[in-house]
């Protein structure tokens, strides 16, 4: 594994400034303290006075006086700001040679990738496992996608990585010349693909790499972690720190790798950015980045105990010799070289339901809710730090075990709901993306929209893998799919028009 990106030196240039400072958190707090007179946005100004009482007393005070818009001066505002140093230590921490602060997510960070790498050609490979915000970029950006199918695990629904082999193979068969190559790791369960080999392969051909890696925003700051993916040669790097770095929800990261494509995708993503970013960025969102990245850089130890108890905790579940973890299982697979040890995709069949019931009834019965379930499995993840009691989750389990066993006794049968079909093969895509999200459209009926060409793009959570993108032929069997995944108890399909999925809009023929 190549060695975690981070020192603490500071930059030369400015000796005080190490990673165990958070300047942009530092200035707002300054700025905050001061008695000044805001008149100014945001309207509440930052006191409990008229309308703003109920903000004060929900989120106090103090959280107020930190929402302290854009273009301030001593935060942001003219050249060699707080903001300025703390993007240049998230650079330094993650190995990239520029970053980003977003407040719209890593969905952000895909849209600006998309558009970025426009900006090279129009051709672009993806894994079809893309999350959805990225072919909204697709769409954006008006790219030519080809994909590259993830390694699917069948009997868990599970969708992993790709391989090099396989990524060659996609290069190779797209009608046009491959500019960009998009692809997730880690994966929602958290199977690590091998990016450095991904990287030689992209390169090869001349194209970019994208790597989304929103749940790994944790990578590289400890050995026992793998690599951060913008050390192992990924051009542009999307990272949800809110998902495993401790930063408040929405708060990403894109990093920019310091590869041959640097200098042309710096000033493309640059405007990318300004085209996603809102105006009034969010200054707690910032700060929370800024504070997550300096815990990250200073605590190697409390991650050290961390790992230490995902350990036991992981023990702890084999120990039930029922519901074992499906993570020593994915190392099987050619796409896969690690793991996240903070995600915990759980075999629950033991329980006779189905993982999505299971999901469901823990949190309406017993309070406890995990990340997401497929057919088969739950994922819960714990964040770093966090020793939350996993016999808790044991118990309920065996109570619906135990539950589930009686009635079968009673009613004779078995009490297991079904599992949802096999993931279904992507239609044809007979128009770009975006021709089909511009083309005049009409709605029409589930049995009508069979080989029509689809003007929406369809994702069916979980686990939000693009089921159809907008310019693919409907198939029966997708629409089969998406109808099931919304019939089911946790179940449904985001871009549909109607949630039982009766009703489709396609281009106007
Ligand atoms: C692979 C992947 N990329 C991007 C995103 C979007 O991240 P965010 O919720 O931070 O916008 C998600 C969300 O779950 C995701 O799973």
């Known amino acids: 594994m190549p060695p975690a990106p981070h020192s603490s030196s500071g930059s030369p240039t400015h000796p005080a400034l190490t990673q165990s400072r958070a300047p942009y958190a530092e200035a707002l707090e300054h700025a905050a303290d001061r008695n000044s007179l805001f008149l100014s946005t945001p309207g509440h100004g930052g006191t409990s006075e008229g309308i703003s009482a109920g903000q004060a007393e929900f989120f ?31 650079a330094e921490a993650w190995g990239a040679r520029r970053t980003w602060f977003l407040t719209n997510g890593s969905s952000q960070g895909n849209r600006m990738a998309a558009l970025a790498v426009g900006t090279l050609g129009s051709g672009v490979v993806t894994q079809r496992s893309a999350h959805s915000s990225f072919v909204d970029g697709i769409v954006l950006a008006g790219l030519n996608p080809g994909f590259v199918y993830p390694n699917v695990d069948e009997v868990n629904g599970i969708a992993h990585g790709v391989t090099p082999d396989s990524l060659r193979r996609a290069i190779r068969s797209h009608p046009e010349p491959v500019t960009a190559v998009y692809l997730v790791t880690p994966s929602y369960f958290g199977a690590v693909a091998d990016v450095e080999s991904l990287a030689e392969v992209a390169h090869s051909a001349g194209a970019a790499l994208i790597i989304d890696a929103a749940w790994g925003a944790h990578f590289g700051f400890h050995p026992d972690l793998p690599a951060s993916p913008v050390t192992q040669g990924a051009d542009i790097v999307i990272m949800s720190t809110h998902k495993l770095a401790g930063s408040l929800t929405q708060s990403a990261l894109l990093h920019l790798g310091d590869t041959e494509f640097a200098d042309r995708l710096e000033p493309a993503l640059a405007r990318a950015f300004m085209m996603t970013a809102s105006t009034s960025e969010n200054a707690h969102l910032m700060a929370s980045i800024d504070l997550a ?34 993570s020593g299982e994915f190392l099987g697979h050619a796409d896969v070289v690690d793991i996240d040890p903070f995600r915990l995709p759980i075999d629950i069949t033991a329980t006779g339901l189905d993982g999505h019931t299971v999901r469901k009834r823990l949190a309406e019965e017993f309070d406890i809710f995990p990340e997401m379930s497929t057919a ?134």
């Open 60 to 90: 106090g005070e103090h959280t107020l006086s930190l929402d302290i818009p854009p273009l301030f001066d001593g935060i942001d505002l003219g050249s060699h700001t707080p903001k300025d140093e703390a993007l240049r230590l998230a």
């Open 293 to 326: 990245r300096r815990e990250l850089m200073t605590s190697t130890e409390a991650i050290t105990d961390s790992l230490e108890n995902i350990r036991q905790v992981r023990a702890q579940i084999e120990a039930t010799d029922r519901y074992h973890l499906l």
């Open 376 to 509: 088969t499995t739950l994922v819960a993840l714990i964040g770093i730090g966090k020793s939350p009691d996993i016999g808790r989750l044991i118990e309920a389990l065996e109570t619906l075990r135990l539950e589930t066993a009686a009635q079968e006794t009673t009613d004779a049968g078995s009490a297991a709901g079904d599992a949802l079909p096999s993931l279904p093969m992507a239609g044809r895509l007979a128009m770009t993306p975006r021709e089909a999200y511009f083309a005049d459209s009409e709605l029409v009926t589930a049995a009508e929209a069979v080989g029509r060409v689809s003007v929406s793009s369809l994702a069916a959570y979980p686990p939000g893998i693009p089921n159809v993108l907008p310019g693919e032929e409907i198939t029966a069997e997708t629409i089969g799919f998406l109808q099931a995944v919304a019939a089911s108890p946790s179940g449904h399909v985001r871009g549909a028009v109607d949630p039982a999925l009766e009703t489709y809009r396609v281009v106007r023929n």
